[in-house]
């Protein structure tokens, strides 16, 4: 079974920073393009960012680049969101999910992790 | 980045059919074949109910088609269930290497 279980989220101050962790199992990770998303209280889904299954291509969202950097640990079946200098509008719940590989459509989701930004 | 156009509600009957527009640019959803849409009930996370604009994964429904015309793609529910009543987003791939949600529609079953 395909599982993705994301963590570290939490509340951090403005200009902060957190990692957060997505682990997956039940499929070979390191086959698979990966994404984040995000979804702030009460509004739609944003993408933010991609990589590809060896750690090449990243990309991000114009909202997050510079700020934030996607890795993974093939290793580990585990991918990363370094996140920082977190501005208030940076508060989501962000999800991992894993590229089809059918025009970058994600078959499945984590469960989400709750960023909260605020003094 | 923008987002994709999406109507902010629709709503239908139970057995009805309607239909969520999805409206775009030549950049994304007139340029490229890669749109999906995603179910999301509250509180869970977002489902993958078609892919490439018009594919369906297995255990998604037949009452659920897709289709693209343009700079717009469309999402379909015949024979509308209570259980469809959710929030509605379709995404794409945008030239530059970036992705894009739509805004997101609730489909409200009446």
């Not at chain 1, 590989?101 to 909260?116: E, F, I, N």
């Not at chain 2, 059919?17 to 007139?30: F, H």
């Not at chain 2, 987003?89 to 894009?100: D, E, K, P, W």
Request: include cysteine; proline fraction near 4%; hydrophobic fraction near 30%.
């Amino acid at each position: 079974e395909v599982q993705l279980v994301e963590s570290g989220g939490g509340l951090v101050q403005p200009g902060g920073s957190l990692r957060l962790s997505c682990a997956a199992s039940g499929f070979t990770f390191s086959t698979y393009n990966m994404k984040w998303v995000r979804q702030a209280p009460g509004k739609g889904l944003e993408w933010i960012s991609h990589i590809g299954n060896s750690g090449s291509p990243t990309y991000y969202a114009d909202s997050v680049k510079g700020r934030f950097t996607v890795s993974r640990d093939n290793a580990k079946n585990s991918m990363y969101l370094q996140m920082r200098n977190l501005r208030d509008e940076d508060t989501a719940v962000y999800f991992c999910a894993r590229d089809s590989g059918q025009g970058g459509a994600m078959d499945y989701w984590g469960q989400g992790t709750l960023v909260t930004v605020s003094s | 980045q923008s987002a994709l156009t999406q109507p902010a509600s629709v709503s239908g009957s139970p057995g009805q059919s309607i239909t969520i527009s999805c409206t775009g640019t030549s950049s994304d959803v007139g340029a490229y074949n890669y749109v999906s849409w995603y179910q999301q009930h509250p509180g869970n996370a977002p489902k993958l109910i078609i892919y490439t604009v018009t594919n369906r994964p297995s255990g998604v429904p037949d009452r659920f088609s897709a289709s693209k015309s343009g700079n717009t793609a469309s999402l379909t529910i015949t024979g509308l269930q209570a259980e469809d009543e959710a929030d509605y987003y379709c995404f794409s791939y945008r030239s530059g290497n970036t992705l894009v949600f739509g805004g997101g529609t609730k489909v409200t079953v009446l």
